[in-house]
């Protein structure tokens, strides 16, 4: 749907089920030509790269559990096409210093799907951020709270919560993995700093899981700043609250995914500013990732929409010889996923360790 | 963007402009092959008439100013084409009346695009006076509120105002036809209630403004219940706020636009309630019409869309000579757009008069 | 309590009840000194004259019934005492004609208990419109709603509900004229405005209910601004919901009284405002209505203190014979209350009337 | 002014400056008798400890910077007078235990100032875990920020920010001395679990204030449940922030002081529930901690004064040799006090530690 939604993408093929006649039933939803609906990504790739330029696909998106991001989109990459990839970018480390290199050999266009930067308001703070309006940033507390692993649900048929729970498919972390490195990625996208140093209580809340399911760091910066990140799916009640505060040495500001078309600016001396997707002189970065005019909410959708818009816009560009305009140029990269899968083992590490801090 | 989230819509032809270039080049950006992009609705559907069965289009989409509705969906109409129309219905009364028996003498199917209607937490709050739950309703207050037109911005090359503040193109009103309808129409879809009588003040509160700009009716429902409805496009600051507020013997509800995925429930005597998109035990219409897990905010094209897809899984059955899931037979009709009509008619009547009800 | 807050008032005489036993036991309650507890107003008014000045009290506060407050009204203020009187200000126009001669006449102190306009964020909301930071006015929207009276609980031994919903005691309104006066007060104080013309729909949804409790009224101010006032006692599930919503040609402005301490001023060209109760350089209004530090809320009985506190310090500079400052003389008066029971008056007679807008 | 509030306490004497003449004027704002304003804390014991029975004071309010909590709380205890004290207990951990040791000896009354336990919708949440709602409790959110302290005002003039930033008068720590215990307290309070080890990362990031301004802690509890806490000075536009989050196995809530009459309560599979003071069927504890109806907002001074009211009623029972009603009997304690002098200890040493948990 969010691929769909600008009309710069067209769905021509696919592979959807290792299971032949699944994929090809899947296929039929989304009324693709039968010819082009493949029993394998390898199938897939081998026949799609055979086909005239032009027809055949311009890129792959990957949208399977992290244990097989690896496999297509190393083979994407080798057979000359382009690539997006659901996060965490890969299985384990090895895999994605491979991707890296991988990407940089080949000069192919990565972009990994950290889809809540994608929203005009994300644009928005951290623009003002750039502009220096909230002054030297010292203090960040981030934070990705859910509720729908507070039970033991693997062990029934949901199909999220069994992967997502599974070692073997998921890799070291559960939800520092899963939703920890979105916060980790958001908290660097907007405010421009790196993690310099964390220190995690890594814990399994609910009995019988095999990855962990609630995480809490302490985390420094490399200008200095504090920080806090949490990651919780046992929040009993939460729905996917991943909401971020900065405070630099002029203002504050808030901003949260369940109200995604408000960001706060916060004054020790005056009125708070509460800024709206659409409304007024906004960044031009946050225009540009704007569809309609307010008070008309876009929501996680065109959010996701607008990381594959801009990635289709690059595509289209490298397609045509030309350059893009940089205002699109803005997506997640395979360095952003190299740097995501380090956090993960970081947290891991420290979770398990004695020792206060653990340099990332 | 609406019609083509879910896949189940393909954009194959259009009239974009009168200027047979401007429309190319409208068709080019819509990736449309050149020989469906057409100069004029007249020539595409006499154009499209022609094509064979499966390749032609289904329906006709109507997006333009309200003068421009009457003839296109006459003309679909006559030429066997369902339509899916922007509301109000039409320029006048009598055009509305005449698409009224011409859809009941055709058969075909008619789509108006009241599209707030399409949101999960109003079909919840339909389902939930439905159910019974608040009881007999007793006071209903709906609004539309809009700050855009608060400067007399059609003297200025602004195209939306221009055409909407309009008469020749608007029709008798302004305000009270472009969002007061929505509010009429979403008080009526909500609580299952006709507006009996009404008692308007219609004022135009910017120098120079051809149309009403804002309004304030006083409603009397049919079974008792007393209403407000107000429509301002004055009213400094507000984006798009369409809310609602129904009261009956046993609870009251709270929807707004602007924060679509919340549905509060009140009582007087416990603790509110408050649904949220996609959480929960909802009703079986309110997770038809939700696409993506809790937590993830649906918004305006979400809506929108909802229209469209249920409008497209109707003309789908029809095609296949099936019956539609009466959940998803549920969008505005050409009899709402004819009270809705009647509505803006009995609106600005009573905003003329000097009796204080007006019967509608 | 809300007399106690400042310490500036001390409680030393009191009638409470008719029952010479109730009120001496009330009196025990309060801590006062028997000889100083009374069996009646009259009672009260004719022994505390003769004590010597210093010791005898300085004013008297009438929370009684509508029905009864002009009787100690008169009394008082013939035997030179100042008053402080709950709203609305008498059982009918005569007597609050009778009171405003009599206030006049005696020149003595008079506030009248229109307690929601001494919050802070009342006094930044008319200073903001003073300012014309909202430009010339054009649309008032103010309520208040609640849902206590959603049952027929004057039946029960309810001894709010019973006085209130009866027409012996309470006068000719009773939702209009318990919480209607107030939504009308508070529109004129922060606004400035006058209501010029009113057209109402007056309501009794409640079975065997004796007197109003909905009511919707549509306004015309001096200005040429429209309004809407809307009051209910049947809005299930509100709990005390008076707000406000001031839209002008540079701005708009909402407070609410659930929320007391935030007042959002918007724009269509920018960033909304949040002023704060204490945050920033707030008007001097507010700063001299505010108790405590930013963050700390205030609520009703410090705003309901902050009317006594003004009248206690009018009272002192009185007795002082000094001026008071005037940021401090600012609180309802008799002529205030007059104009509220006028619109009551108007309210009720226009909700009988066939014409649409009557003169006020 | 909270002391006042309920009427239950009577101001009768004080010593308000170690000047005697600012003394003597501050009694004058008050209203005391001149015989009654000492010009020490000592005088003031010496003297009103003469004064017979009934008439001499029943109990002391320490108000001042934490180096003067000790000396007039070990002499009112010695004299045989009840003490109220501000918050943190003591300077330091040696005059935390001789206060415990003290009031254990003497049998007297101590209540520590930990005011936002007294809001009727923490003695709500308090009552729903008690209860078991949420089921076993497993992950807990405090947080406290504050913004006053984000520039070096303690080098002007500003008396607040001078002594809490000066080790000779606040003691070890500052911001989490200050408002971090306050979030302990809360967190223990509203659960009743028990803090057993702790990881902080305490920072000073003002430069040249001479105590920490800002501080993360992950926690553990002592049922297993996981916890954070944070609490800052320097968080650029937050008033006074002070929040909690609470997780079980059946559900999750939320409370926070900025809107203290709401508290929400969330579950996984249904809509979130919304408790607002004086709405509905509450728990006892909340409804005594109550002053007036439903939708009338209390407030901070309100919070605060049922502390003082629940002190002055076990202090009342005391003179009256009757027994308190235990709904009443609830008010932080010289051991609670103590608990939070070692945990402000035990953060500053974690602080400091390059060891990963130190138990508390």
Known sequence: MAAALDGEIEFVCGAFSSDPNKSRLSGEDFYLSSDRVYGSYKEMIETEKTLPEGERMDFVSIVTPNHVHFGPAKMALENGF??????????????????????????????????????????????????????????????????????????????????????????????????????????????????????????????????????????????????????SQISAGEENSLAIRVYGTKAGLIWGQLEPNTLEVKYQDGPKKIYRTGVGDLSPEAQAHTR????????????????????????????????????????????????????????????KSDKKWVKV
Chains 1, 2, 3, 4 share one sequence.
């Open 82 to 231: 382009h690539v997006v990839c659901d996060k965490p970018l890969s299985f384990d480390m090895d895999e994605a210093n491979n991707l890296v290199d991988l990407v940089q050999k080949t000069g192919l266009i990565f972009a990994l799907m950290h889809n809540y930067t994608g929203y005009p308001m994300v644009k928005q703070a951290r623009h003002i951020i750039k502009n220096g309006d909230l002054g030297k940033i010292r203090k960040i507390v981030v934070e990705y709270t859910q509720g729908w692993l507070m039970d033991f649900i693997e062990s029934t048929n949901q199909k999220q919560a069994a992967w997502r729970t599974d070692p073997k498919r998921s890799g070291i972390a559960g939800a520092m993995g899963d939703i920890g490195t979105h916060a980790e990625n958001l908290a660097e996208y907007i405010t421009g700093l790196k993690i310099l140093e964390l220190c995690a209580d890594v814990s399994t809340l609910v009995d019988g899981r095999l990855l962990d399911d609630d995480g809490s760091v302490l985390l420094r910066f490399d200008n200095g700043a504090r920080g806090i990140l949490f990651a």
């Open 292 to 351: 309609i005019p307010a008070g008309h909410p876009e929501g996680y959708l065109e959010a996701f929409a607008n990381i594959y818009r801009n990635f289709a816009k690059c595509v289209q560009a490298r397609l045509d010889g030309t350059k893009v305009d940089p205002i699109y140029d803005d997506f997640p990269t395979v360095e952003d996923g190299a740097r995501g899968m380090n956090f993960i083992y970081k947290v891991i590490e420290s979770g």
